[in-house]
């Protein structure tokens, strides 16, 4: 994560600067604002619960809730928070609850920062917060006891929700405590800074695999996810979306053959002041089925817009003209002078590298569900970003984002693609437009062509080794969309080090790794087309996923020119020198693991197999997860790679569930091994061909490969595991099936093409 990010926005190590009051009553969870009308019917008369914080509270019958201000689609973040506040609570694991955060400004805790889910942040952002959220809450429950038992609370012991005294053999429950009202402790932020957490070797919660909360309101069904809601009146929307990514206007809408449609309502054109969509129309109608008729009935006339033309290849054009351009770009890193080493370099390694357009496709389709209220806008929908989300919905509506109450529902799925609020826009104008609510649910077809994709990518890596083969300069330019930029969120760009302005250095992260090479360049440059023709989000790994995937290959490419073990290669340039201190010796830990764990280097492989290294640092260095692969492949002389096992080593810190941090490796693994060999979208005229899981094709069952998953708890801070591993594999693989076949490839997808023409090569 940038700096700029982590000192404005989302730093969570950092106390509460307001006071954190512990010991007052609450009526629970209030879906919406104190003072705004229409929302004060949501308070409902219940009895007094403790709230030790704004993120969880204890009911008088000993429950307790946890709410979570992160989305969960299928992560198991919420029961991640739950199981950190219950260590240093102290509560009964049969006793924890979790609900989803509103978008209540309560939620907006300069601890914890913006609700939003990416980056891998959720844990390693939260743990220390709510863990001291946890501890005070079991000192003012133990207080409380102490003052109802008339005991020291210094002789007080906590334990599965139960407060002892084990001199005169007194206890008191929970459910005890919150009901006597003698909980009344409040603590400021220095204090909250001054309580002793526990250390790892007193855990009894954190470190145990233990029942995910929600897994059983998600088999039988009462779990809601945002395609679940029902409301009164409520009607549905189809959208039809045009033949362009983005740029298109309506030039006229026939809704006559509509009209014919059963329980047709109305077609709108939506009017989006905050450009998120153009070109949409959505047709609503009793039903979803009726809606989809009805979408498909409408004559629409589109005037295409200025994108009309686009395809990839003019974007990987155009990205190649802007890299050539000096003066293009803004500095990433900038140490050292690289152009000087080249210069007095015993060999230089030149190479390009470049990605596809890809694609998010979550299960869940698309969806929201808006409603008016009077003056008050309620949004039903799964998101990963609500602070940003309910602005856009807001300026959907034409309204203030204060009049605006989000319902976070479960997540079926989202690796970045419920970042965006789209799916909101249509809902809203719907709904205000025939004056009832609408959920709209995109087909697959709508959600695939109009993704905030991850975007085309081209990169030019220049390294340069001296006479001993030690790698001494390396220039790096990143050209692609810049996703982040997008969003318009000065917080979130980060100040070039040549001064030039701010540039988006979630298209960069990774580029600046912990090698030690002492002249290093990166250089951002943004791609108006793409950036313009295909809108681009941020898909699970984020830039790490093409950033490593380029420098990894390139360190191989250099070992292979100066007759180096790429394994060996790189221990050496992870020495830990200057800024690289503490960081490259935690890579060197993993990537020596996945060696072992895997046999690399020491077994004979059959003629076309290989195995082939990757280590990175994903995803910013300042947030840094440090994850190691090895990949082991088989190459037919057609040119078709098999991957047989994926060997995946990880430095987490401290683990809190070590069944989920093993399943977020596997997955992450795994989906990093579709994104290298299989997924791929193309751009055609302004719009995105492929349109479903026929023509877009992720990794199927039948096409898994052994993963084996080495985990290093050594009790250093959380980090996190969603994305890293998603970013190591790609260049593994290519790595592999150089050592396999003698083919290099340097573009994703592989392909059977590509590695028989490099082996011809």
Not at 597 to 622: F, N
Not at 659 to 677: K, P, T, Y
């Amino acid at each position: 994560m940038n700096k700029h990010v982590k000192n404005v926005t989302l730093e969570a190590t950092d106390l509460n600067r307001r006071s954190f009051l512990v010991g007052t009553a609450a009526t629970g969870l209030v879906l919406g604002y104190a003072g705004v009308p229409g929302i004060g019917e949501a308070l409902a008369a219940a009895p007094a619960s403790f709230e030790p914080s704004v993120w969880y509270a204890i009911a008088p019958d000993g429950l307790v809730t946890v709410t979570c201000g992160k989305a969960d689609m299928g992560q198991h973040i919420a029961s991640t928070m739950a199981q950190i506040v219950a260590e240093e609570l102290g509560a009964k694991w049969s006793d924890m609850r979790v609900n989803l955060a509103s978008n209540d400004p309560k939620f907006n805790d300069p601890v914890l920062g913006a609700q939003i889910t990416g980056g891998s942040w959720s844990t390693m952002m939260n743990f220390d917060a709510m863990s001291r959220a946890g501890a005070a809450g079991r000192m003012a429950l133990t207080e409380g006891a102490a003052a109802a038992m008339g005991v020291p609370a210094s002789e007080l012991a906590v334990r599965d929700s139960m407060i002892v005294h084990a001199k005169s053999k007194k206890q008191m429950s929970f459910a005890d405590v919150v009901k006597s009202g003698k909980a009344t402790k409040t603590f400021t932020p220095d204090e909250l800074k001054a309580i002793k957490l526990k250390t790892p070797d007193q855990y009894t919660m954190i470190g145990v695999s233990v029942p995910q909360l929600d897994i059983p309101s998600k088999t039988n069904g009462t779990a809601k996810y945002g395609i679940d809601v029902m409301l009164p009146g409520m009607a549905y929307g189809a959208v039809v979306t045009p033949p362009v990514r983005f740029g298109a206007t309506v030039k006229s809408v026939d809704d006559s053959a509509a009209k014919k449609v059963p329980g047709f309502i109305k077609a709108v054109t939506l009017d989006d002041k905050t450009q998120t969509t153009s070109g949409w129309v959505v047709a609503v109608a009793s039903t979803y089925a009726n809606a989809k008729k009805a979408a498909q009935a409408l004559k629409i006339a589109y005037d295409a817009g200025p994108n009309a033309k686009v395809s990839s290849q003019s974007l990987l054009d155009e990205a190649k003209r802007l890299q050539k351009l000096e003066d293009s770009g803004q500095f990433f890193v900038k140490d050292g002078d690289p152009a000087a080493a080249f210069g007095s370099a015993a060999k230089v390694v030149e190479a390009e590298y470049t990605t596809s357009i890809n694609i998010h496709a979550p299960m869940e389709p698309m969806n929201a569900t808006a409603e008016f209220k009077g003056d008050i806008l309620h949004i039903y929908s799964g998101n990963q970003f609500a602070t940003r989300s309910g602005a856009i919905a807001a300026g959907a509506a034409g309204i203030d984002p204060k009049f605006v109450v989000m319902h976070q529902m479960w997540l079926g799925g989202g690796f970045g693609r419920r970042l965006d609020a789209d799916m909101m826009i249509p809902a809203v104008q719907a709904a205000k437009a025939v004056g009832k609510p609408v959920k709209v649910i995109y087909t697959r077809e709508n959600d695939m062509t109009m993704d905030f994709s991850r975007p085309l990518t081209y990169q030019k890596v220049k390294a340069g080794v001296d006479g001993d083969g030690k790698l001494v300069a390396l220039s790096h330019d990143v050209v692609s969309a810049w996703p982040t930029a997008r969003w318009g969120i000065p917080d979130f760009l980060t100040p070039s080090v040549d001064k030039k302005g701010p540039l988006d250095s979630f298209t960069v992260n990774g580029a600046d790794f912990f090698y030690t090479v002492p002249n290093h360049y990166v250089r951002a440059i943004k791609n108006e087309l793409a950036h313009n023709a295909t809108p681009s989000g941020q898909l699970r790994s984020v830039a790490p996923g093409w950033t490593f995937w380029a420098v990894e290959s390139m360190i191989d490419e250099i070992a292979a020119a100066t007759n180096q073990d790429p394994a060996q290669f790189r221990i050496a340039l992870l020495d830990g020198k200057g800024k690289n201190d503490g960081g490259a010796q935690r890579l060197r830990n993993t990537l020596l693991a996945a060696m072992g764990l895997s046999g690399y280097g020491t077994r004979q492989l059959p003629k076309g197999e290989g195995m082939g290294v990757a280590c990175v640092s994903s995803q910013e260095r300042a947030t840094a997860s440090w994850t190691a692969c090895v990949a082991h492949v088989a190459v037919a002389p057609s040119g078709e790679v098999t991957v047989k096992k994926l060997t995946v080593a990880t430095d987490v810190g401290t683990q809190v569930h070590p069944d989920n941090i093993r399943a977020q490796v596997e997955g992450a693994a795994l989906w990093g091994l579709s994104l290298a060999m299989y997924e791929k979208a193309t751009l055609k005229d302004g719009g995105i061909e492929q349109t479903n899981f026929d023509s877009y094709t992720p990794l199927r069952m039948s096409q898994m490969p052994e993963v084996a998953v080495a985990v290093i708890a050594n009790g250093e801070k959380a980090t996190g595991v969603g994305e890293p591993a998603v970013t190591v594999v790609a260049p593994a693989i290519g790595n592999a099936i150089f050592n396999a076949s003698g083919a290099r490839i340097r573009a994703l997808p592989i392909t059977a093409e590509a590695v028989k023409g490099a082996m011809k090569a």
